[in-house]
């Protein structure tokens, strides 16, 4: 199937720092990916959909302002999270596939933010 | 609204012993149904999926799962574990519509004893 990488793998950052995610399909051209976020013990959530070219779709709830998504490539999506804070803390994945519900989703690695 | 409900966080087999993992759902039709697996340090990886026909599922590493429409459930099941399958794993549904949107559930930690 399909690589997925992530980088960086784990980051810590200070509360008020700004930190980015790299998302790379490395041998399939997505027009989508989807970044999830997952914390400890907890599930996967959803946070929005990244499209190629054009403004990323957000779930409800997450603050588009604070996790800002660029897809400038069909290869790489990636996720700021601006102005850090502690509950940011978390494990987030993207993912690269077909856009539809049959399509088969490749999973990153998986990036550990940490905020101090 | 579209759930996943695993109702085992934790389980432990030993090696060899036969596993089933519970999954249920909540969804208005017909969902898309997958098991995921999460190794630490690993990507999730797609472990099977139902989407329609045959309700019994065959998947890799010798899992399959079997949906039933009465229960709303699907459940993983694995006639006889190694001890490389421990690992988390994860039931998830997809919405129909052209929009691929996973649902995942809370995950349920398997635990393998020599």
Redesign the interface.
Known sequence: ?AV?SQHPSRVICKSGTSVKIECRSLDFQAT?M?WYRQFP??????MA?SNEGSKATYEQGVEKDKFLINHASLTLSTLTVTSAHPEDSSFY?CTS??????????????TRLTVL | AQS?TQPD?HITVSEGASLELRCNYSYGATP?LFW?VQSP??????LL?Y?SGDTLVQGIKGFEAEFKRSQSSFNLRKPSVHWSDAAEY?CAV??????????????TRLAVHP
């Open positions: 199937g997925v989508t989807f013990k907890k599930s996967l959530m959803l959909t994945i596939g077909g856009k539809l519900s049959t399509d088969t989703q490749y999973f990153g690695p998986g | 996943v966080i898309y995921y340090g690993q990507g999730l990886q797609l999926k989407f994860f997809g919405a129909h519509g052209g929009y691929n949107k996973l649902i995942f559930g809370a995950g």
